[in-house]
């Protein structure tokens, strides 16, 4: 599906179909031509109500305001109902709201999110007819917008939408292919972008560098581990990012097995590394100015023989032990190991993503992300840029007691708290031991496990992958790069 730009009116554009945003709730604006027939069907405007007059080939969609995501939610809302017609041309107009070209960004991404299908394993896929959209300059509030703020916005908001979508399909995937050594070939075709360069490691260098937690997890699999580093360095570049994400392809709990019923969709438990390779893309087709490293702790946690236990001590990287309390706290472990990798990178912003705990999904429901870390403003800013990007957050603050939960009489700490409260917390703060001091401030934990994978729809989003995390650090790294230019100045 192409999404193109006109500088004509949105009545010279010829369209199988005409989208209207009604955001007066009197429907007085010159694009709704149709106001005794939508009083008369009852239609009130509300967000994501949408009302399609087939004789007038028009979809009107209600909308509460012109803030971004409100436009996300009406956009996805018009191309659901488009799909449901043989329609292969759309045409709408634009909708300004604070920066020009903000909304056209928020409108490519939300086509690109909401166009998302995934049908790999289906023997019969659902056919579309759409085939192109146009967003016609022609505004709602006729500020002029143009062409070139168009077009560069509709480019940057389908970068996005591509990225988000590229981390949906390889959560997606089954896990039966989509194992560590089939990241490893994601990874490596990630170095067809400029300036994009993948190195895997296998279980030889783990040993070598001491990542016995990472080892540990893997014990049980018969697919071999890989640590995987991808770089992203342009030319002369500002800052050096570096992602971390989890990577376990399949989590059956090791030895401390889950329930059937929870190990269904735990072929999720990869989104954290899905994220951090989808957020590198984005910002190497973004041509972003920053030096970005994506770094995946791949393997499963199977069951077998060779399966660590609980009351295992574990060595990591960093020359710290770990008592193990439970086999399905898992995710921490590899990330203890990766952390401490990621450091010798000398990072100046370290963000870890990762499906850590049901704990955050019970404190802060399906849909949003936890943020934790040291730096209060760190986590301020990363919250704020995220209600730009549609994405939820919310901040759980650490503290010093549920520190000492996590307290072992046999090694340096448990890898799980000694309290059933507060889990999403107190798994951020074992990460905490791996991280040195001189970058506690510079470091941010993300718990996905609530919005990575759904069961069901919601808002522009698909049930299954949703790609958690990739908007919302795309949208924080475009601002930093916009504010330090602007600095420059």
């Known amino acids: 599906m192409k999404i193109e730009i006109s500088n004509k009116l949105l009545h010279e554009v010829e369209a199988d179909i005409k989208v209207v945003f009604v955001v007066d709730k009197n429907f007085e604006h010159k694009w709704v031509e149709d106001k005794e027939e939508l009083e008369f ?11 399609l007059l087939p004789h007038k080939k028009t979809i009107y969609v209600g909308c509460e305001n012109l803030e971004p995501d409100e436009i996300r939610l009406a956009c996805a809302k018009a191309l659901t109902q488009t799909k449901k017609t043989k329609a292969k041309t759309l045409k709408i107009g634009t909708y300004s709201h604070e920066c020009p070209g903000t909304n056209i960004k928020a409108m490519a991404e939300a086509f690109g999110l909401a166009d998302y299908s995934f049908e790999l394993y289906k023997s019969k896929k659902e056919p579309t007819s759409l085939e192109s959209i146009t967003i016609c300059t022609d505004d709602y509030n006729g500020v002029g917008v143009s062409m070139e703020t168009a077009t560069k916005a509709i480019s940057v908001g389908t970068i996005i939408a591509e990225s988000t979508n590229f981390a949906k399909d390889l959560v997606n995937t089954i896990p039966f292919e989509m194992n560590s050594l089939k990241l490893e070939e ?30 540990a997890v893997n014990r049980a699999s018969h697919i071999p581990p890989r640590l995987l580093h991808v770089s992203y360095k342009p030319k002369n570049a500002t800052k050096r990012v570096v992602y971390v994400g989890k990577g376990l ?35 190497a087709k973004l041509q972003l100015p920053y030096e970005i490293h994506a770094i995946v702790g791949a393997t499963e946690n199977a069951i077998g023989p060779e399966a660590y236990k609980p ?15 439970n086999t399905d706290a898992e995710g921490r472990l590899v990330l203890a190991d990766c952390l401490c990798y990621a450091q010798e990178q000398k990072p100046d912003l370290l963000i870890d993503m990762a499906t850590l705990t049901g704990a955050c999904v019970v404190a802060l429901g399906e849909y949003t992300t936890g943020i934790m870390g040291h ?7 990363l919250h704020v840029t995220s209600k730009k990007s549609g994405e939820l957050t919310g901040i759980l603050p650490f503290n010093r007691y549920l520190k000492k939960l996590l307290k072992s009489s046999i090694a340096d700490m448990s890898n799980i708290s000694s309290s059933r409260y507060g889990g999403a917390i107190t798994a951020g703060l074992f990460l905490s031991n791996f991280i040195e001091d001189e970058y506690k401030d510079k470091w941010l934990h993300l718990d996905i496990a609530g ?16 790609g958690a995390g990739v908007r919302m650090n795309l949208y924080w790294l475009i601002e930093q790069s916009k504010n330090e230019q602007n600095c420059e100045k």
Not at 311 to 325: F, H, M, Q, S, Y
Not at 375 to 381: A, C, R, V
Not at 451 to 466: F, L, M, R, S
Request: charge should be negative; proline fraction near 2%; aromatic fraction near 8%.
């Open 186 to 215: 994601v990874a490596k075709s990630l170095e067809s972008i400029e300036n994009v360069t993948c190195k895997a490691y296998g279980k030889e260098f783990l040993e070598e560098q001491g990542m016995g937690a990472f080892l």
């Open 249 to 283: 392809t399949y989590d059956t709990g090791g030895l401390s097995l889950k329930p059937g019923d929870y190990m269904v969709s735990m072929k999720a438990d990869m989104s954290g590394a899905a994220a951090v390779l989808a957020i590198l893309q984005g910002a």
């Open 451 to 466: 919005p990575a994978y759904v069961e069901k729809d919601w808002g522009y989003n698909q049930c299954g992958g949703t």
């Open 375 to 381: 730096s209060e403003s760190l986590k301020n800013e």
């Open 41 to 51: 069907l009852g239609f009130k405007g509300e967000s994501e109500e949408a009302l």
């Open 311 to 325: 009351d295992d001590v574990l060595v990591a990287k960093n020359g710290k032990t770990i008592e193990v309390r």
